[in-house]
C-alpha cells in the first residue's frame, strides 16, 4: 500500500509525462525583437544558401572537400593536419556562448541557433499558407475535407521544397555545389550524395516542420546546462509579478491602480505567441528559449492601453529585487579576456601558418641492415605535404650523426596541394654511433623562401660496436 | 490511482523523449568521434590496410559515420534500459 501523498505523486508524474502533446501554434508577433531575429534569419540564411555560390579565383571559396580532404576557405587551404585550428574553432564557439548566456541568457537559443532559424521560416510559410494562429487552431479541429487537404498539401509541399533545397545546400559545402547541381540534373549523382541530401532534408523537414521546441525541450544538451551560467545579473527575460499583480480583465478607461488590479490585463497574448508554449508570468522556466516574442506583444498590448511598456522585459533578478545589476563583473571580464586572447592568437597562428608538412616513417620491417661497405642503413618513408597555393622545390637536411650518408635523395618540384612520398636511406658508419637509438634531425626548406620550412626528428637504430 | 495502473506507467519518460534520448546524443558523439578518426586515418590507406580498394573516400567517411552511429545508439539505449528503476520493472512483469 502506498500513501496517498505518494499516489498523488504517481498520478501527477504519469499525467506529466503522457499528457499527449498538444500542437503549439503561436501567433504572430511584431515588434524590435522580432526584427531582430527577422535579421538573424535573413543575415544566416543567406550565409548559408549563398555562401556555397561564391566563387574565389575560378573555385568555390568555402569548400569542404572531403574526397580530396582539403577545407577551402576563402583562399586558405587547411588540411587535416590543421585540425588543431578546428578544436581552438570549437573552444572559442564555447567560450562565446558562455559569455553571451552570463550576460543576456539564452541569446544563442532566441536568434542564432539553425533551430529557432529555419523552425522561424518554416512558420512563416505556415502562417502564409494557413494563416495565423486563429485560423491554424480552426483547421487543426476541422474534420478533413477536400479544402483542408489542399490547405495540408500545399504547405508541405513547400515545406519539402525548401527543405530538399537546404540538403542539397548542405552537400554543396562537401562537394562542388556546381558540378552537384549538373549530376542532380543529368541523374548521375552518386548514392551517397542523395542518401546525405535526403538525409539533411529530412532532419530539416522533421526539426523544423513537426518537432520544433520539443528539439529545444528534450534534445538540446546547451538547454539543460545554461541555468549554470545564469547568475543574478544575467539579464533574462522576465515578468514584473510586483507590477503585474493582481492580474485582471478591465477596461480601458479604468484608474485600476485605486481598483486594486496590477499592469497585466490577462490578455494571456504573451501565452499565444510563446514558441514553446509556456507562460512567462509564472517566472523563469527550463522551456523559455529567449526568444522575447513576449516582450514584443506585452509592450504592444501596454502601448494599447496607455500604461508603461516592460511589464515583461529583459531584466536581472538582481534589478527586480531592487539591487544593482553589475554587467561588468569578474566572471564577464574573465570570459572576454580569454575569448580576446584566443581569437587573437588563431588569428596570429593562422596567419603565420607554415604551409609545409613533413613526416618520418622508419621502415619497421628491420631494425638496421648492414650495407656492403661495413656501413649501418635504416629506411625511412618521407612524406611531404606542399600546403602552400604555389609549388616548390625544397632541401633536405639531416644532422645528428658524423658523416651520414643520404641515399635516393631526389630533388623535386612538389605542387601546391600535393603529397610526395620519398623513401631514402640513411647509411652510417657504426663507429660514430653513441647509442643503439640515436636522434636524427630532418630539417626541410623551400628553395626559394626560406620562412617555409619545418624540423622533424626521427631515430636511427644500429649496433654498438664500441 | 483508483484507476487500472498506466500500462506504460513502469515508463521513466515518453516514447518521443526517449527515442530522441536514443538516436540524439548517439548522433552527436557519432559525429565528432568519426571525424576525428577519419582525420587521424586516410580512408584510402585504410582501404589498403582493410584490403577494401574500391573504398571511396565519401563511401567511407559515410559507412565510418552510419557504423558509429550504430554503436553509439546501441549503449544509449542500453543506458536506456538501465535507466529504469528496479521495481518498475517488476511492475511491469506483474500485470
Given at each position: 500500500m502506498s500513501s496517498p501523498s505518494q499516489q498523488q505523486q504517481t498520478e501527477f508524474v504519469v499525467e506529466e509525462f503522457y499528457k499527449k502533446r498538444e500542437k503549439i501554434q503561436p501567433r504572430k508577433v511584431k515588434g524590435l525583437f522580432a526584427k531582430l531575429r527577422i535579421l538573424g534569419v535573413a543575415l544566416l540564411l543567406g550565409l548559408y544558401y549563398f555562401l556555397p555560390w561564391i566563387n574565389l579565383n575560378g573555385s568555390q571559396a568555402v569548400l569542404l572537400d572531403l574526397p580530396a580532404r582539403k577545407f577551402h576557405f576563402f583562399g586558405i587551404t587547411f588540411w587535416p593536419q590543421d585540425f588543431f585550428y578546428l578544436a581552438v574553432l570549437l573552444i572559442i564557439a564555447a567560450l562565446a556562448l558562455f559569455f553571451f548566456t552570463t550576460l543576456a541568457g539564452r541569446l544563442w537559443c532566441g536568434y542564432a541557433c539553425p533551430q529557432t532559424v529555419w523552425t522561424e521560416v518554416f512558420m512563416w510559410i505556415e502562417h502564409y499558407v494557413e494563416g495565423d494562429r486563429p485560423q491554424r487552431l480552426k483547421l487543426d479541429k476541422a474534420p478533413m475535407t477536400a479544402r483542408k487537404f489542399r490547405i495540408r498539401g500545399t504547405k508541405h509541399a513547400i515545406w519539402v521544397t525548401f527543405s530538399l533545397w537546404t540538403g542539397f545546400t548542405f552537400v554543396g559545402f562537401f562537394t562542388p555545389i556546381r558540378e552537384l547541381g549538373f549530376s542532380l540534373a543529368d541523374f548521375s549523382l552518386g548514392p551517397w550524395e542523395w542518401f546525405w541530401i535526403l538525409f539533411y532534408s529530412f532532419a530539416t523537414y522533421g526539426n523544423a516542420g513537426w518537432m520544433r521546441e520539443q528539439v529545444c525541450t528534450y534534445m538540446c544538451p546547451y538547454a539543460r546546462f545554461q541555468s549554470a551560467m545564469f547568475d543574478k545579473d544575467t539579464l533574462i527575460i522576465s515578468y514584473d509579478t510586483e507590477r503585474g499583480e493582481p492580474r485582471g480583465k478591465r477596461k480601458r478607461k479604468l484608474d485600476y491602480k485605486s481598483a486594486g488590479?496590477?499592469?497585466?490585463?490577462?490578455?494571456t497574448m504573451c501565452v499565444q505567441v510563446c514558441p514553446t508554449g509556456i507562460d512567462i508570468r509564472d517566472g523563469l522556466q527550463y522551456q523559455c528559449i529567449g526568444c522575447a516574442a513576449c516582450i514584443d506583444v506585452c509592450d504592444d498590448v501596454m502601448e494599447r492601453m496607455g500604461y508603461e511598456k516592460g511589464l515583461i522585459r529583459y531584466t536581472t533578478e538582481n534589478t527586480l529585487e531592487g539591487k544593482q545589476t553589475h554587467i561588468l563583473r569578474p566572471r564577464m571580464i574573465l570570459y572576454a579576456l580569454v575569448l580576446t586572447g584566443m581569437i587573437i592568437g588563431l588569428g596570429v597562428s593562422i596567419a603565420t601558418r607554415i604551409p609545409l608538412e613533413l613526416n618520418i616513417i622508419r621502415d619497421r620491417n628491420a631494425l638496421y641492415r648492414e650495407a656492403s661497405n661495413g656501413l649501418v642503413e635504416n629506411i625511412y618513408t618521407l612524406k611531404v605535404i606542399n600546403m602552400d597555393e604555389q609549388s616548390h622545390h625544397y632541401s633536405l637536411d639531416i644532422s645528428g650523426i658524423q658523416g651520414l650518408e643520404v641515399i635516393g635523395l631526389k630533388d623535386e618540384e612538389i605542387q601546391s596541394g600535393e603529397v610526395k612520398e620519398m623513401i631514402i636511406s640513411i647509411r652510417v658508419d657504426p663507429i660514430e654511433l653513441k647509442s643503439t637509438s640515436t636522434e636524427l634531425l630532418f630539417h626541410i626548406e623551400a628553395v626559394d623562401n626560406p620562412d617555409i620550412q619545418q624540423d622533424q626528428k626521427a631515430r636511427f637504430l644500429g649496433p654498438l660496436v664500441n | 490511482m483508483n484507476s487500472a495502473v498506466d500500462p506504460k506507467s513502469y515508463e521513466t519518460v515518453g516514447r518521443c523523449q526517449t527515442v530522441a534520448a536514443i538516436l540524439w546524443p548517439s548522433f552527436l558523439v557519432a559525429g565528432i568521434a568519426n571525424s576525428m578518426f577519419w582525420v587521424m586515418v586516410d580512408p584510402h590507406d585504410f582501404g589498403l590496410i582493410a584490403g577494401i580498394?574500391?573504398?571511396s573516400r565519401i563511401g567511407a567517411y559515410s559507412v565510418g559515420f552510419l557504423l558509429s552511429w550504430a554503436a553509439t545508439a546501441l549503449s544509449s539505449f542500453v543506458t536506456i534500459r538501465f535507466c529504469k528503476p528496479c521495481n518498475q520493472l517488476n511492475q511491469k512483469s506483474a500485470q
Open positions: 488590479l496590477g499592469s497585466c490585463v490577462d490578455c | 580498394s574500391e573504398l
